[in-house]
Nanobody
Framework: QVQLVESGGGLVQAGGSLRLSCTVS??????MAWYRQAPGKERELVAD???????NYVDSVKGRFTISRDNAKNTVFLQMNGLKPEDTAVYYC??????????WGQGTQVTVSS
């Protein structure tokens, strides 16, 4: 059974930091990513990282967020610095296996107060 367990969300003031983590069990992932969905908006890709280390960020978080992974622990992290109120959203972990099948975590709320 595939499981993605997320942690690290919460409430923080603008300019603060949070670190999200997501541990995957049941599959060997090819790529992992963080998405977010704010109220009334579509889910968007925040950052992704392949098993060989290729990384992409959405423009709005470049220079503030850092995605990393620990392959041995099947875990991906999202370090979020310089948080802004517009970063408020539910953040979802995504894992893609070598058959291009996508799996999702349950989501973790990030709220940034101004």
């Amino acid at each position: 059974q595939v499981q993605l367990v997320e942690s690290g969300g919460g409430l923080v003031q603008a300019g603060g930091s949070l670190r999200l983590s997501c541990t995957v069990s049941g599959i060997m992932f090819n790529a992992m990513a963080w998405y977010r969905q704010a109220p009334g908006k579509e889910r968007e890709l925040v950052a992704d990282i392949t098993r060989d280390g290729s990384i992409n960020y959405v423009d709005s978080v470049k220079g503030r967020f850092t995605i990393s992974r620990d392959n041995a622990k099947n875990t991906v992290f999202l370090q979020m610095n310089g948080l802004k109120p517009e970063d408020t959203a539910v953040y979802y972990c995504n894992a893609q296996d070598f058959g291009w099948v996508n799996y999702w975590g349950q989501g973790t709320q990030v709220t940034v107060s101004s």
